[in-house]
């Protein structure tokens, strides 16, 4: 595929510079080899995130003029609220900081300890609060998630049968089913409306709400219409809806699809859950109409919202994403398939086959990629799936990769032609890399963000 012609052009502009192998090899261990660690200015394509990077619309910059910095009831919320609305189709609307924030206030409202929560595969802060409130996570994802190679079109989707079994085990102890759209450890994937109606049709007749993650909805609304029968002909915003119709509830950070730099809600069907939800959110967020975020935030992401299931809009960052992908397909650079929404993904244990998995050689890559380019991605892989709480071990996910997320409306295409030569490079020279990582500094939660390593 060719590079998208961009449907923006450029008004305002952020300086980046390219660095010198050798300040990148100061930086790099200044950093404990984490490029989690790097300053931003030592970075020159910063692929470590989709989250919070995207650049906003000239009609959003103005919108945080007319923020309204009221403490309760101010007009931002209320836009907001109604943008939540119209497109996500849910009633009432719980603003929180960001994503984790929401995550933080469910798992409080309806895990316990002893809880089981199944769902399409494992993100790594969505598990961390399961876990912390005593809940045991069950991937129910399709087999085909984990294989990196495959090229299902909707890896995203629930095994019905693995579902029907944990229900048949745990049911009672299910306070709900956790799922997302798309699926971000499995590089991006979406799931299809069928699959997320029948898993919503099989949680609902036990009783058991489902609530969605639609951090990438919009991204998975996409893959819908040019994959699912019957949507092609539908827009981006109908099926966004018909994504969230059969749900309970959602989660969303702000951050990814809806174009804002900071933000996110909890948007739920039930209204008692909403006021159990509203009150936390006064614990932990702030007041339930700004929920941790200024008026002005509230107004960008009210914005966002609109301009993010513009179809020019999503067809140009999706294929901006497959021209990544085809780049390096076609150098012979093994990546996970298809490629999905937000991010082309690497196969480390392909690229990296020599070096054993406790040699982390995901992390590796992601070192090398920075060292050769100022390139820099994120491990997800054994660091990023921290350790089992039960045994204390590490977890080994079948997927170990080098994430590159790719920012909405940021880099154009001489940035990503920089970036896949720098990868092609990386794997013409693999064997050059003789050593793995190991952890010399490990927290005990989210570990990839503050962990720190040593060559082997
Ligand atoms: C699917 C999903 C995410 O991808 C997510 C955050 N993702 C990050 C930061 C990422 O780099 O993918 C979060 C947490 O959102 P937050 O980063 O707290 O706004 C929830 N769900």
Redesign the pocket.
């Given at each position: 595929p060719d590079h998208p012609a961009e449907p923006w052009r450029i008004k305002m502009v952020e300086p980046i510079r390219t660095t010198t192998r050798e300040h990148r090899e100061e930086a790099l261990r200044a950093a404990g080899w984490n490029p989690c660690l790097l300053r931003s200015d030592d970075v020159y394509i910063d692929l470590f995130?989709?989250?919070g990077t995207s650049a906003m619309s000239d009609r959003q910059w103005s919108a945080l003029m007319r923020g309204d910095e009221a403490y309760a009831g101010a007009r931002s919320f209320y836009l907001f609220e109604e943008a939540v609305r119209g497109h996500y189709g849910y009633e009432h609307v719980i603003p929180v900081h960001?994503?984790?924030?929401g995550?933080n206030i469910l798992s409080r409202c309806l895990i316990r300890p002893g809880s089981h929560v199944p769902g399409n595969m494992y993100?790594p802060?969505?598990r961390a609060h399961q876990e912390l409130n005593g809940a045991t996570f069950h991937d129910v994802i399709i087999d085909e998630a984990h294989d990196a190679a495959g090229e299902h079109p909707f890896k995203g989707n629930v095994d019905l049968a693995k579902l029907q079994a944990v229900i048949a085990e745990h049911g009672a102890a299910i306070p709900y089913v956790s799922l997302?759209a798309t699926v971000?450890m499995a590089g991006g994937q979406p799931i299809s409306v069928a699959n997320l109606t029948a898993a919503c049709d099989l949680a609902h007749a036990h009783g058991i709400p489902v609530f969605l993650?639609t951090?990438?909805a919009v991204e998975n609304a996409w893959f819908v219409k040019q994959r699912e029968p019957g949507w092609a002909h539908r827009s981006i915003a109908d099926i966004l809806l018909a994504l969230c119709a059969p749900t309970d509830g959602a989660v969303m950070?702000a951050?990814?699809d809806c174009l804002a730099n900071i933000g996110?809600w909890i948007a739920l069907r039930d209204p008692d859950l909403a006021e159990q939800a509203r009150g936390l959110v006064l614990l932990f967020e702030g007041l339930h109409t700004y929920g941790g975020m200024a008026g002005r935030d509230m107004e960008a992401i009210a914005q966002g919202i609109t301009e993010s299931v513009d179809e020019h809009h999503i067809r140009a960052r999706i294929a901006q994403i497959e021209y990544l992908g085809h780049r390096l397909d076609t150098a012979g650079v093994p990546i996970v398939h298809p490629v999905g929404g937000h991010c082309v993904c690497v196969d480390a244990t392909a690229v990296l086959a020599h070096l054993p998995r406790t040699e982390l050689p995901g992390q590796t890559l992601a070192a090398a990629v920075y060292l050769e380019g100022g390139v820099r991605g994120?491990e997800r892989g054994t660091v990023s799936a921290g350790r089992d709480p039960a045994t204390g071990e590490n977890r080994y996910p079948p997927l170990e990769f080098l994430r590159l997320?790719i920012p909405r409306r940021v880099y154009t295409q001489s940035h990503i032609d920089h970036v896949a030569d720098t990868l092609v490079r990386v794997h013409k020279n693999r064997h050059d890399i003789t050593h793995g990582l190991t952890f010399t500094h490990e927290p005990p939660h989210l570990r990839f963000f503050q962990a720190r390593f040593a060559p082997t």
């Open positions: 995130t989709d989250s960001q994503g984790r924030g995550e993100f802060s969505t997302a971000n993650d951090a990438r950070s951050k990814k996110g994120v997320a």
